[in-house]
């Protein structure tokens, strides 16, 4: 449908709101006499408000003119209204559809019974007659066609109205993303301190040991021996070169923007210390700050794997259904991973910037269990 153009997109979404209407009734009595039945029973009335919220998002798909991703039903109770509601539009929107038919088949048994001569409920057509009802019709296929605009256009703002967020929502989103502002600048001057760190007590103190190999070498006299210090110089830049290496990968991997987020999972893999599986089921290349979060989500908790659970294997699955990015990172290591410890809180606060959520389930002795969830469009203004 979504492939249609604006104005038969619009045409349709009326016409099956219209049909759908006695389904829609039947569906709001029957779950109204089922909260009856039912009352002060949890289970199935949590079952009624899942068929409710159902309904509400194919009813607001429809009146949205089908989008490619379905939008968020609201709350129950919001969504009942909206429903109520929509069965008057529906029941508007058929009395319309059917007014234009009516009329657009009695212009059509009027030219044909003027071009064949034929009496048309006993009346035979002439130009007077046909020129008048060529003129009442055309009037009144104006009315029909703007009244069908009128019914669609309301029925989008409707739609519209049942998925806009309500003041308190509005309020907590704003509390929300002043938090995730807060952690994400507290995890950029933690990221800063980490690279620092890591440049100091790594890289430079390789650099220091070059430097004084190579002196030793310059000032040997014995010409094996400086051949030796030569040789440890040389080893001693290999490994500051391979450090630096490591520290840049961890700033953002150069593999990211080259060859996209397969190669740049299985470059981590290899460096892992451990087997690890990957299982990438992503469609499309996310956008860069998604790719970028997927990265650090597998990278973070391959490490922690590695490093703090000895685990023996690893697992990391990313797959993608109805515009949201799961990742999941599973180890068979001694478990006891702790979400509010450096790592994975950064990594939360990472997350955090791009409307993602991170949860760990990590008993002592494992398994452990890393998800991550993203919107695939949250780095993208044009999205949603």
Request: include cysteine.
């Amino acid at each position: 449908m979504r492939y249609l153009p604006r104005p038969a997109r619009a045409v349709a979404a009326l016409l099956v709101g219209a049909l759908t209407v006695p389904f829609d009734a039947l569906v709001l009595a029957a779950a109204g006499l089922a909260v009856l039945v039912t009352l002060g029973r949890p289970a199935p009335r949590r079952v009624v408000g899942a068929a409710l919220r159902r309904l509400t998002a194919a009813e607001l798909s429809r009146a949205t003119r089908w989008p490619a991703t379905r939008p968020d039903p609201p709350h129950v109770a919001r969504g009942v209204g909206y429903l109520l509601v929509r069965l008057g539009l529906g029941l508007l929107g058929g009395a319309v559809l059917t007014l234009f038919g009516a009329g657009l088949v009695a212009g059509v048994r009027l030219v044909a019974g003027w071009l064949t001569g034929r009496p048309l409920d006993g009346i035979t057509p002439s130009w007077p007659i046909v020129g008048y009802l060529a003129a009442a019709g055309l009037v009144l296929a104006f009315l029909a066609v703007q009244g069908m605009i009128a019914v669609a256009a309301l029925d989008l703002r409707w739609a519209n109205w049942a998925v806009r967020p309500g003041r308190a929502a509005l309020e907590h989103r704003i509390d929300e993303l002043s938090v995730s502002r807060a952690e994400v600048v507290a995890a950029v001057d933690g990221e800063r301190r980490r690279i620092e760190r890591d440049l100091h007590d790594g890289v430079q103190q390789r650099l220091v040991a070059l430097g004084m190999l190579l002196g030793r070498a310059r000032r040997a006299t014995d010409p094996q021996r400086s051949t030796d210090l030569l040789r440890a110089a040389h080893e001693e830049s290999r490994r500051a070169l391979v450090e630096l290496r490591e520290v840049a990968w961890r700033v953002y991997p150069s593999a990211l923007d080259s060859a996209g987020l397969p190669a740049a999972l299985e470059s981590v893999a290899e460096r892992a210390g451990l087997p690890v599986r990957l299982d990438h089921r992503l469609r499309a290349r996310p956008p860069a700050g998604v790719e970028a979060a997927c990265y650090f989500v597998v990278c973070e908790a391959i490490t922690n794997a590695a490093k703090h659970a000895t685990a023996r294997a690893a697992t990391v699955r990313l797959t993608e259904a109805a515009g949201v990015i799961r990742i999941e990172v599973h180890d068979d290591g001694c478990g006891g991973a702790d979400p509010a410890g450096p790592g994975l809180s950064g990594l939360a606060r990472r997350l955090a910037a791009v409307d993602g959520r991170l949860s760990v389930f990590s008993p002592p002795g494992g398994p452990t269990l890393v998800t991550a969830e993203i919107p695939a469009c949250a780095a993208e203004p044009s999205c949603g």
